[in-house]
């Protein structure tokens, strides 16, 4: 993790390395099979390692992710829609012939998978600004998408419709390639983020506070309400609230992805029209 992101937030700001260190999926949740095939994983370079996030196919050829999933990727985004990727090592995702450069479409295509390009929000202020977070970054796809239908972003501002007093009795669903937070099979038995298995997942999560940018969530396993949060890797990744997608995974609160999380909404105009622009 880059310090810019831990002087905020700890756990879900950053997606974790695939590879050299330990893979950023959820606290509890549900292996999500074909439930959200519109649904990606995006590995990228940055100048401080590979990467990797979530993203939701919302056209033909535009992924909706957070900024910072895109801001200062080098070179293509490798995008992969298997919800299984590995169940353990090796994950099969090429290595970048120059990391500094990153990866270049021909790679990512030799390989069998999709290549983008990556834009963030021109108002994204690296979490400097809770008034304007804008955590919102699209990876534009060098070839469209039409086996797969995208999904549909909320109209604005559907979020502020259900009101504050309700939050806590409206469940969102959250999908990612996130780390899976459980006990190690030996050691001490703390619950702890674990590289595998690889998969897509989604999480069942009520409402918890409403600001204009952000929804915030309890994404804890034993809430009455929930089935749990998002971690690592889940960064980027779609929350559904009726079938449709009112915001972005952005950050949490813990190291090991317990209760609080907070998520860029994509239902106000600030972040929809820049959206859109790519649509």
């Known amino acids: 993790m880059r310090p810019r992101f831990l002087a905020v937030v700890i756990a879900v700001l950053m997606a974790l390395t695939v590879g050299a260190r330990p893979a950023a999926a959820s606290t509890g949740g549900t292996p999500d099979g074909n439930t959200h095939p519109n649904v990606g994983l995006v590995l990228f370079y940055q100048p401080d390692g590979r990467f990797r996030c979530s993203a939701t196919l919302i ?116 999908v990612g390639y996130g780390t899976e937070v459980r006990k190690p099979d030996s050691g001490p038995q703390k619950p702890t983020p674990m590289n595998y298995p690889l998969i897509r997942r989604y999480v069942d999560m009520p409402g918890q506070k409403l600001t204009p940018q952000i929804l915030q969530t309890n994404g804890n396993e034993h809430d009455v309400f929930g089935t749990g949060g998002t971690c690592f890797g889940d960064s980027g990744g779609p929350v559904f609230y009726q079938g449709e997608i009112v915001a972005v995974t952005s950050y949490g609160y813990t190291d090991n992805c317990r209760y609080l999380g907070g998520y860029q909404r994509v239902d106000i105009a600030v972040t929809q029209d820049w959206i859109n622009s790519f649509l």
């Open 59 to 174: 056209s033909p050829t535009v992924m909706l992710t957070a900024a910072h999933c895109t801001d200062g990727d080098l070179g293509r985004v490798l995008v992969d829609f298997r919800s299984v990727v590995a169940n353990q090592p090796p994950t099969g995702y090429p290595a970048a012939a120059d990391p500094a450069a990153g990866y270049t479409q021909a790679e990512i295509e030799g390989a069998g998978f999709l290549s983008g390009t990556a834009f963030t929000h021109p108002a994204y202020s690296h979490f400097t600004d809770l008034d304007n977070w804008n955590d919102v970054g699209v990876v534009v796809l060098d070839h469209p998408v039409t086996t797969i239908a995208p999904a549909t972003l909320a109209t604005v501002p559907t979020l502020d419709a259900i009101g504050q007093n309700n939050l806590r009795h409206t469940l969102f669903t959250a």
